[in-house]
């Protein structure tokens, strides 16, 4: 990774099957960034899109060769991968990241970096006014909720992409060497002066979402499972009452058939307890494996993404 440049900004912007959303987003980006006195560069990482998005980023990157760079991956290897390769590769001070659907408008721009002028190291952005659906907003507080409860990362937004930091904080997310965690909560734990600030929201262009609701529940394991112990100590003593509740069940059921020598529904009683215990067992495990694989992940330092091709002016 190169050394920062002084008052130089970087807007990092993942791209996946974005052609249609991409030309407007070209059109409003570029005169924000202009418009802000400061040398930037764009860096798009092309996420193994299966439309023309390539083809819109070689085009731009031809009629802005000095401002405009492109990773190209050969496959698809998700947004934290496509943020991971850009990032490893910025050359400003102070770093964004933008969704390439333009819900969060690049003319908030400026807002974040006039906290980060101020001295925060990390702006985080959270959405005013949402225009999403209904169940994906209903989602989104549900999600923020159990990460307020299970972790110490301090978010009112967790699914807003806009977000500014500073080097030394993106330096600090790549030697972590992170595979499978959630950038902006990693940032915050490596952050000394966070901050937040609302921005404007708008409904998405074109195109749908490549966000399925499986996706932000993988999304919400990642986060909480890299940041805290919390699910396994909550499954302890769950697993704790449930196996009290079920010996004193037992205990019950042992007293009646040999005291009143009632055997009415004891072997289906026991059934029940047993299929019960069973079964959170299984989350149990279920709830290790997810802890086991991230290690895995881990220690096994594969390689983890293949850049095709880089398109950037020569310095």
Do not use: W
């Not at 001070?93 to 190291?121: C, F, R, S």
């Not at 002066?193 to 609302?198: A, H, I, K, L, S």
């Amino acid at each position: 990774m190169s050394a920062p440049v002084a008052n130089f900004l970087s807007v990092v912007i993942p791209v996946y099957n974005e052609e249609l959303n991409l030309p407007m987003l070209f059109t409003r980006l570029y005169p924000v960034l202009d418009g802000l006195g400061r040398r930037y560069e764009v860096i798009f990482t092309n996420d193994g899109s299966q439309d023309r998005s390539i083809e819109l980023l070689r085009a731009q990157h031809a009629a802005r060769p000095d401002v405009t760079r492109v990773i190209d991956f050969n496959a698809n290897y998700g947004q934290h991968m496509a943020i991971m390769a850009a990032f490893e590769r910025v050359r400003g001070e102070v770093v964004v990241t933008l969704d390439a659907d333009l819900q969060n408008p690049p003319e908030e721009i400026p807002q974040l970096l006039a906290k980060m002028d101020a001295g925060h190291d990390y702006v985080g952005g959270y959405r005013l006014n949402r225009q999403d659906s209904f169940f994906r907003t209903y989602a989104s507080k549900v999600i923020n909720y159990v990460r307020e409860k299970t972790t110490s990362i301090e978010m009112t937004d967790q699914g807003c992409m806009l977000r500014a930091y500073s080097r030394q904080v993106i330096d600090a997310i790549v030697r972590s060497g992170a595979i499978n965690t959630f950038i902006p909560a990693l940032a915050y734990s490596f952050s000394s002066n966070p901050t937040e600030v609302g921005v404007k929201h708008e409904e998405r262009h074109a195109g749908v979402s490549n966000y399925s609701f499986y996706k932000l529940i993988r999304l919400n394991f990642d986060l909480i499972t890299g940041f805290s112990l919390a699910p396994l100590q909550y499954f302890t003593m769950f697993a704790g009452v449930c196996a009290t509740g079920s010996l004193l069940l037992v205990l019950v059921l042992a007293y009646m058939r040999i005291f009143l020598n009632d055997n009415t529904n004891g072997v289906f009683t026991l059934f029940g307890v047993l299929f019960f215990l069973i079964s959170v067992a299984m989350i149990g495990i279920g709830l290790i494996g997810e802890y086991v694989g991230r290690t895995y992940q881990v220690v096994r330092a594969r390689q983890k993404y293949f850049v095709k091709e880089i398109l950037e002016a020569k310095e």
